[in-house]
C-alpha cells in the first residue's frame, strides 16, 4: 500500500550522518556471497537425499547455480520476500532438470532427477527464507548497507527517506533529500550544477542514487541523470505515475514499502 501523510521528516538534515561502521566496497557481491552458502547446502542437501553423486549430481548442481545466477536471483534487492522471489527460483531449478532430461535421454537420469528436483524445489526456498533473514539482520547492524542520495526533497522524497530511516532492513542509509535550485522550498542540499552532484556522492561515500519526483523540473533531471551516469554510483527512479500503478514488471524493479523503483541501466558500474 502507497504510505501517505504529513511530512514526518526533518528538512534541515545533517549530511554528516553517522556512517555504516565499515564502508564495504561491494554490497552486492557481499550479499551474493551470503546467499551462495545457503543454496550451495540445500541443493547438496536435496543430491544427498536421493544419493545422486558423480557427474550427474555435479551436472545438476552446477546447472543449478547457473540457473539461480542466469534468472537474476542473486541481483541485489531492498524488500527480501520470498513470495517475490519463488517463482524465480522454481524457474531456476527446472532448467537443470531440462538439461538432464534432454542431454541423457535416459530412464536412470530421470529417476533420479525428479526426486531431486522436488526436494531441490522444497529446500532451496527454505534455505533463501533463512538467508534472508540473515541479510535483514546484518543490514540492521549496519553490515550490508549503503548511502543513498535522493533527489527531490518533495513529499516522495520525505516519505522515502523517513522509511528508510525507520526500516534498516531495507540495506540502504539516506544522506538526505536534495533539490536543484531550491525548487521544492528549503532542502538540506540544493544542487545547482552537476560538479556538486560530484562533490556530495564522493564526500559522502554514496553508492546509490533516487530521483523521486518533486517541483524539480525535466531539464534538471536530465542533467542529474547525465551527471549520474559518470559517477560511480546505480541510478533508480520513482515513476511519476505509480500511484495509477503504472510500472514495468520487468527484473529492473524494486519496491520501498509500496514505492516502485526503476533501476536505470548504466555502464560499467551500474
Request: glycine share 8%.
Amino acid at each position: 500500500m502507497i504510505p501517505h501523510g504529513k511530512n514526518d521528516v526533518d528538512r534541515d538534515v545533517d549530511l554528516r550522518e553517522k556512517r555504516p561502521r565499515r564502508p564495504l566496497k561491494s554490497v552486492p557481491a557481499l550479499t551474493t556471497a551470503v546467499l551462495l552458502p545457503f543454496d550451495l547446502a540445500a541443493l547438496t542437501t536435496a543430491l544427498w537425499i536421493n544419493r545422486a553423486a558423480g557427474l550427474p549430481g555435479l551436472g545438476f548442481l552446477v546447472a543449478a547455480l547457473a540457473g539461480l545466477a542466469f534468472t537474476g536471483t542473486y541481483r541485489l534487492r531492498f524488500t527480501l520476500r520470498l513470495a517475490d522471489d519463488l517463482l524465480r527460483l522454481l524457474l531456476a531449478l527446472a532448467l537443470p532438470f531440462a538439461a538432464v532430461a534432454l542431454t541423457t535421454l535416459s530412464w536412470t537420469a530421470f529417476q533420479w532427477s525428479v526426486p531431486t528436483l522436488l526436494a531441490a524445489a522444497t529446500l532451496v526456498p527454505l534455505s533463501r527464507a533463512v538467508a534472508y533473514v540473515v541479510i535483514k539482520r546484518l543490514r540492521r547492524r549496519g553490515v550490508l548497507v549503503e548511502r543513498v542520495l535522493i533527489v527531490g526533497s518533495g513529499e516522495v522524497g520525505r516519505q522515502l527517506t523517513k522509511i528508510l530511516r525507520e526500516h534498516a532492513e531495507l540495506g540502504l542509509q539516506p544522506v538526505a533529500p536534495v533539490s536543484v535550485a531550491g525548487t521544492d522550498g528549503g532542502c538540506a542540499v540544493d544542487l545547482r550544477s552537476g560538479l556538486d552532484l560530484r562533490s556530495v556522492v564522493r564526500d559522502l561515500s554514496v553508492k546509490r542514487v533516487i530521483v523521486a519526483y518533486g517541483q524539480v523540473p525535466d531539464s534538471s533531471l536530465v542533467g542529474i541523470l547525465r551527471t549520474c551516469h559518470d559517477l560511480p554510483v546505480r541510478i533508480h527512479v520513482v515513476p511519476r505515475l505509480f500511484e495509477l500503478g503504472i510500472a514495468n514488471a520487468r527484473s529492473d524493479i524494486d519496491e520501498l514499502w509500496g514505492y516502485p523503483l526503476i533501476r536505470v541501466r548504466q555502464g560499467p558500474h551500474g
